[in-house]
């Protein structure tokens, strides 16, 4: 699905990151990622299923051996606010004993998940767990979470498109995009 696709849908307001500021962005996060783990071996841990998109664009970026596993947690809250109660829908496959785990996510916003699945995972006796997320939003800053590797700081609107859903809707858009305020309010 593409913009053209979409112009008709009064759901999507305007495009707010294009296919090709993502894929530049990617491109830099890989070259940083690539060079800082370069010697050891590199384990990604995708959260489904907003990071898929995220997920396959980053490890072919990446352009060097990496092993990828997927991760499906719930959290409990009120619809559009995260409580910080999480739940393992999907664990791991992987044992992370002595690997290098770099958790990747399609957006952090209050920091509640990533706070919580960051310390699951570093009791798990992996040799480091770090975080790359494509979007950050304000309200992560002031949350205690190490976010090593973050694409976009983005103001606090809600956004939809490159895995991110609004009630399983837009993910397959190429584009990052803001969501009409009328279709959740
Ligand atoms: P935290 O715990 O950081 O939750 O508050 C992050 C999760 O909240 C969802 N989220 C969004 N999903 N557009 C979306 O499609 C948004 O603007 C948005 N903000 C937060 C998302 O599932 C993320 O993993
Ligand atoms: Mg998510």
């Known amino acids: 699905m593409d913009?053209?696709?979409?112009?008709g849908d009064l759901a999507v307001?305007?495009?707010?990151?294009?296919e090709q500021q993502?894929?530049?962005?990617?491109?830099?996060?890989?070259?940083?990622?690539?060079?800082?783990?370069?010697?050891?071996?590199?384990?990604?841990?995708?959260?489904?299923k907003g990071a898929v998109m995220v997920m396959a664009?980053?490890?072919?970026?990446?352009?060097?051996?990496?092993?990828m596993d997927w991760m499906a947690v719930s959290s409990?809250?009120?619809?559009?606010?995260?409580?910080?109660?999480?739940?393992?829908?999907?664990?791991?496959?992987?044992?992370?004993?002595?690997?290098?785990v770099l958790i990747v996510e399609d957006i952090i916003d209050s920091g509640l998940t990533l706070s919580w699945l960051t310390s699951n995972l570093r009791?798990?006796?992996?040799?480091?767990?770090?975080i790359c997320a494509l979007l950050r939003k304000p309200d992560a800053?002031?949350?205690?979470?190490?976010?090593?590797?973050?694409?976009?700081?983005?103001?606090?609107?809600?956004?939809?498109g490159y895995g991110l859903d609004y009630d399983e809707r837009y993910r397959n858009l190429r584009q990052i995009a803001t969501l009409a305020p009328h279709v959740y309010s």
């Open 3 to 7: 913009a053209s696709q979409i112009e």
């Open 13 to 18: 307001d305007q495009t707010f990151l294009t």
């Open 22 to 48: 993502i894929a530049d962005r990617l491109a830099e996060m890989a070259a940083e990622i690539r060079r800082d783990y370069e010697g050891q071996d590199l384990l990604l841990v995708g959260v489904l």
């Open 57 to 67: 664009d980053l490890a072919r970026a990446l352009d060097r051996d990496v092993e």
């Open 76 to 100: 409990y809250g009120s619809g559009t606010t995260s409580s910080g109660v999480v739940r393992i829908l999907k664990d791991l496959d992987a044992d992370l004993t002595g690997r290098h």
């Open 123 to 130: 009791s798990r006796k992996p040799a480091s767990v770090e």
């Open 141 to 160: 800053l002031q949350m205690a979470v190490d976010v090593r590797y973050v694409g976009f700081d983005i103001p606090n609107a809600f956004v939809v």
